[in-house]
């Protein structure tokens, strides 16, 4: 089974996904998204014409089902003592930060959604991706009625440059747990993840598992953003256990309304270390350590 693969709008449409075939049974009803058709292309969207008047992130629920942040400046940090001034001048780096910023963000990506595929927007989550050689890379994600949609989200030009659409029909198994490297691995990382899968039946090749830039993976890895402790606002958005749980109960419903045939229909929550086949990771070491996969403030360079 093909794995969801990665899409994006060209300029003219930058708001529409493409139209999944019709269901020839039913002319009425688009068949499930088929995550082998969804190839990646690089979306150029335009910026927002006047980002500072970007919406309130508080915006009414979907029938009681979906998560809303509060609506605190982002900003609006706790007091900084002198033993924690340069961890919180390090994280005021992070473009998310920036006043308005999250706000036109998620007005951008839910202007995305396709409402015939997806459905109704349930929540919205800020994390970091860690792909197979341990990088992290900055994430939107989205939980809709039928859908998990992942954005790679420019903070600095407030576009988006990337989608991944996951059918929630096809997840089936979910692992939480921390982060273990194999024997011998010179990399370490610390704190807890989260791993999706959606095809049990299919492993990564061995030249999928040595690319670097390979997306043949049946599996997506989460864990937290930098910015979670800044402010309640982020602590609930970035939320790993709260995102763990709804996207449990949005996949059953699906499960149980659109089954894929042929597939086991269900999906298995377990606790396990999540394992991260990296060995040496020098480019994931530079990387991380500088946050390369963030939007951040690089600071001036020249002479």
Not at 100 to 129: C, P, R, Y
Not at 160 to 176: A, E, G, M, S, W
Not at 290 to 299: S, T, V, W
């Amino acid at each position: 089974m093909e794995e969801p693969q990665k899409e994006a709008a060209n300029e003219e449409q930058p708001h529409r996904f493409s139209s999944s075939p019709a269901d020839p049974e039913n002319p009425g009803n688009p068949a499930p998204a088929d995550p082998g058709n969804l190839a990646p292309l690089e979306l150029a969207s335009p910026a927002a014409d006047d980002p500072g008047k970007a919406a309130p992130v508080d915006r009414p629920q979907d029938e009681g089902e979906r998560t809303v942040m509060g609506d605190e400046d982002p900003l609006e940090l706790p007091s900084a003592g002198p033993a924690n001034f340069l961890p919180h001048f390090k994280l005021r780096k992070f473009f998310v930060l920036r006043p308005g910023t999250l706000n036109q963000a998620i007005k951008d990506i839910e202007a995305l959604v396709d409402k015939e595929i997806d459905g109704s927007i349930h929540s919205i989550w800020l994390m970091a991706e860690v792909d197979h050689w341990n990088n992290e890379k900055e994430r939107l994600v989205l939980i809709t009625d039928n859908s998990l949609l992942l954005f790679k989200y420019d903070f600095v030009m407030l576009r988006c440059d990337q989608i991944q659409r996951i059918p929630l029909n096809f997840v089936d198994r979910i692992t939480y747990g921390a982060f273990v490297f194999p024997k011998g691995s010179l990399l370490r990382r610390e704190g807890e993840g989260l791993r999706i899968f959606w095809d049990r039946l299919r492993e990564p090749s061995f030249t999928s598992r040595w690319n670097p830039f390979t997306t043949d993976f049946p599996y997506t890895t989460f864990t937290y953003h930098p910015v979670k402790d800044i402010s309640d606002t982020f602590t609930t958005i970035c939320n790993i256990n709260k995102f763990r749980e709804q996207l449990m109960n949005a996949a059953q419903k699906v499960h149980a309304v659109k089954p894929v045939p042929g597939k086991a229909n269900g999906i298995l929550l377990l606790n396990q270390n999540i394992q991260i086949e990296a060995y040496v990771g020098l480019m994931s070491f530079i990387g991380n350590q500088n946050k390369l996969g963030y939007c951040m403030a690089r600071g001036n360079i020249g002479f």
